[in-house]
């Protein structure tokens, strides 16, 4: 399967801050997906992104295919934003995941 | 539309025992995929059901079974329970094979004492 790595892996921001996150994975890939997981373990869909560039909100997403690469941006951070950012990414059925970014945001 | 619904939330077994952990897949998806998530990991693909047939398999010994409904629902059955099976189980839907969007349920929390 595809091996996934992301970077960093802990994140401490101030409350306004921006932020860039980054998945690099190891083949060509058809579903890239990235998700915030909250407290209570919920994987929340973030980005469906294989390629291209996404936003919604406060968050965008750029996926660099031919350089295997994703990166996941967050604006203007808020307190609610603390949690850990998983990317995943597959070329047949199995979602490959990374061992995710723990973002924690200070007021 | 309903999303993906997970039972029980919370569960509690000794080693040796058997345990079946149940999910409904959203409304209008054919395709439910099962993770195993250790503390402080990301999750693990344990095997994947499309239209009632096991799609593929990762690297979970064959004490993880499982089963697909007509309605697409889905239970992950784990046989002679050990104390590392301890994970949160999370299951995911979609429609079809791998390249559509995962959704998840909010998972199952084993603990096996």
């Known amino acids: 399967g595809i091996q996934v790595e992301q970077s960093p892996p802990d994140l401490i921001l101030q409350e306004g801050a921006n932020s860039t996150l980054r998945c690099n994975f190891s083949?060509?890939?058809?579903?890239l997906q990235w998700f915030h997981q909250n407290p209570w373990g919920q994987l929340i869909n973030l980005f469906y992104?294989?390629?291209g560039t996404k936003q919604n909100g406060r968050l965008s997403a750029t996926t660099v295919a031919t350089e295997r690469y994703s990166l996941l941006y967050i604006s203007s951070s808020q307190t609610t934003d603390s949690g850990v950012y998983f990317c995943?990414?597959?070329?047949?059925?199995?979602?490959?995941f990374g061992a995710g970014t723990t973002v924690t945001v200070r007021a | 539309e309903t999303g993906v619904t997970q039972s029980p939330t919370h569960l509690i077994k000794t080693r040796g025992q058997q345990v079946t952990l149940r999910c409904s897949s959203q409304s209008g998806h054919n395709t439910v995929s099962w993770y195993q998530q250790a503390l402080g990991q990301g999750p693990q693909f344990i095997f994947q059901?499309?239209?009632?047939?096991e799609n593929g398999r990762g690297n979970f010994p064959p004490r993880f079974s499982g089963l697909q409904f007509p309605n697409y629902s889905s239970e992950l059955n784990v046989n002679a329970l050990e104390l590392d099976d301890s994970a949160l189980y999370l299951c995911a839907s979609s429609w079809g094979q791998g390249t559509d969007t995962q959704y998840f349920g909010p998972g199952t929390r084993l603990t096996v004492l």
């Open positions: 995943a990414a597959t070329n047949d059925y199995k979602l490959s």
């Open positions: 992104i294989p390629s």
């Open positions: 059901y499309y239209r009632e047939e």
């Open positions: 083949d060509s890939v058809n579903n």
